[in-house]
């Protein structure tokens, strides 16, 4: 059976492509659900793809995530560089954790420099747009594997 990797997304990314996008791109959440989805039968990967603008949302997916899930790939947004809640979910999961985000958080104001999310992580992509996403599911069919 293949191995079910959860790819969660966090507020305000159901309007990529129209929100932005000089800062980040011009596909959709659809277009990079759709490119992930074609890479993971390449891997062997059954793919959830998720896109919620609440906390709590992501909390109970990362929850789900903790019982049914190979490896997590998350994109958690703005809550990224505030919330205890999402890191403390995510700590008590024992699968792959990788991090994207597709703009260059370090390059840009301050107050995106820090992410909670990454003291927990296993690997972290800034700054590789929409490709962030195949790379992160390659780094964790790698670490699935052992
Ligand atoms: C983001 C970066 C965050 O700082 C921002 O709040 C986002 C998207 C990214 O993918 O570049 O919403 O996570």
Redesign the pocket.
């Known amino acids: 059976m293949p191995h079910l990797v959860d790819i969660l997304n966090?507020?305000?990314?159901n309007l990529l492509g129209q929100r932005e996008p000089e800062?980040?791109g011009r596909d959709s959440l659809a277009d990079i659900e759709a490119a992930c989805r074609a890479l993971a039968g390449e891997l062997g990967l059954d793919i959830r793809f998720r896109q919620s603008n609440s906390e709590g949302t992501l909390v109970d997916w990362i929850q789900e995530a903790r019982t049914s899930a190979a490896g997590i790939v998350i994109?958690?947004?703005?809550y990224?560089?505030t919330s205890v809640a999402l890191l403390d979910a995510l700590s008590a999961c024992e699968c792959p954790v990788i991090e994207?985000?597709?703009?260059n958080?370090h390059r840009?104001e301050s107050f995106?420099h820090h992410s909670y999310v990454s003291a927990r992580a296993d690997g972290v992509i800034?700054g590789c747009g929409a490709q962030g996403y195949d790379l992160a599911l390659r780094r964790l069919a790698r670490l699935i594997d052992g």
């Open positions: 966090g507020p305000n990314l800062i980040y994109n958690p947004a703005a990224s560089h994207v985000h597709l703009s958080i840009r995106r800034v």
